[in-house]
Structures are given as C-alpha cells and as structure tokens.
C-alpha cells in the first residue's frame, strides 16, 4: 500500500462527496479485513521466524490504513486498529507496534505524525518494554525456555514440559521414527536452542534433546534490543 492509500483517500475525499466518502470508507474497510485475516493467517506459519518477518511487513500497511481512517473520518476503524495493536491480539509481537511507530516516524512530517493519533500505540509500547526490563534477569542456573508450542499433542505436552524446566539440560526419550519427526520438526520451526539427535541403538531408537547457551545469549541480546528500543520511546514521545 505504501504512500498510494492515503493519496487515494485523499483524492475521495477532497471535495467533500458523499460518494467519494462512502467509497473510501469501503476500500478502508474491505483493507482491514484483509489485514486482520492475513494476520490470522500468519498464526499457522510452520516457522516462528518467518511469522515474525511476515507480521513485520503489515507495519507499514497498517500505517497507511490509520493515515487514511484520518483522511475518510472513519474513527471507528481508527479504535479497531489502535486496538489491535495496543492489546487487541495478545499473541502480536510487540515489534510489530514499535515497528509501525519508528516507520511512522521516519516516513511523516511532525504535523501528519501526530494527527495519527499513536500515542496510545507509543504507551503500550513503552510499558511493555519496562515491564519486560524490570523483570528479573535469567539465574545462571535457570535453563528454563518459555516458547508457546503450538501443537497441543501428547508429545508436544511432553517436550513442553521440558523445556519449562529450569534444572533439565538433557532428556533421552525413546521414540518412535514418525514420533521423532514430529518433535524434529516442532524443534526447528520453534527455533528452539535445543539440540536435538539420535541415537540409533535399541528399540526405538533415542531421541536426546540438550539445551544449549544459546537459551542464556538470547536473553541478553534481547534485553539489549528492549534496552535500546525503551530509550528511543523515551526520546521520541513528544513527537507523537
């Protein structure tokens, strides 16, 4: 969408007609349900990361939806989308609000900037990230990994299980070859710093998971991105 929504709102709109007003209003609406349902859809990406850089593409998109609820008067679309990334769906990634927010920032002049109404979106973020920099730093001793799996089988409760807990480094679990193509499969789409081999003796074969460093190193890199992204939202408050 880009620049060209807002420009075609605006182009509707100018002259203060009912029919190019109605028409706005539906292009805008029929886009937020695309969007919403896009989004919904990215909830069934076999891979985390891939739903992450997809859900990151909707910034600007979503930022172009709200400039245009401004431009075509529709207020309540502009609630429904502030909601959404405010709250609205829990399981967004609070990357995808700042996202929209630093696009916003860079791509609009101060006066547009703060017409979009994204103060609410700028608190929601600012309290998240003190919320998670306040929460106490991982023990040495705390192997735990607090990834939602999304599979709710009998063996994904089992792998849940320990990767939740926080003194297991290794589990050798005897499974069977599709049962172990599972668990393969639900470890690498999670990107989960977990080893996972086996070893073929015995009947059925042994799968050994092992956690790595990587459960630790992850943590600090990413309290130094919520470190960073908290003091940008300090920075850049007036501004919205």
Not at 73 to 98: M, S
Not at 104 to 115: D, I, P, V, Y
Not at 205 to 222: C, G, M, N, S
Request: hydrophobic fraction near 35%; aromatic fraction near 6%; proline fraction near 5%.
């Amino acid at each position: 969408m880009g620049s060209v929504l807002p420009a075609l709102c605006q182009s509707l709109c100018i002259r203060d007609s009912s029919d190019g007003q109605s028409l706005a209003r539906w292009i805008l609406t029929e886009q937020w349900a695309w969007l919403l349902d896009h989004s919904k859809q990215l909830r069934k990406c076999v891979s985390e990361k891939q739903r992450s850089k997809e859900l990151c593409r909707l910034c600007k998109p979503i930022l172009s939806l709200i400039e245009s609820s401004r431009i075509a008067r529709q207020p309540d679309l502009h609630a429904q989308v502030i909601e959404f990334l405010t709250g609205g769906a829990p399981d967004l990634p609070v990357h995808v609000p700042l996202g929209l927010l630093q696009a916003a920032h860079e791509h609009r002049q101060s006066g547009t900037l703060r017409s979009l109404g994204l103060k609410p979106v700028h608190m929601h973020c600012t309290q998240d990230l003190t919320t998670r920099l306040y929460a106490p730093v991982r023990p040495n001793d705390d192997g735990s990994i607090a990834t939602s799996v999304r599979c709710s089988c009998k063996l994904c409760a089992t792998l849940t299980r320990y990767l939740r807990a926080q003194d297991k480094v290794r589990f050798e679990w005897p499974l069977a070859k599709s049962e172990r193509a599972h668990i393969h499969g639900t470890v690498d789409s999670h990107d989960l710093p977990v080893t996972h081999i086996t070893r073929r003796t015995g009947r059925p074969f042994t799968l050994i998971l092992e956690k790595t460093v990587a459960v630790f190193e992850r943590d600090a890199v990413e309290r130094r991105l919520w470190q960073s992204a908290l003091q940008w939202l300090t920075k850049t408050v007036a501004d919205f």
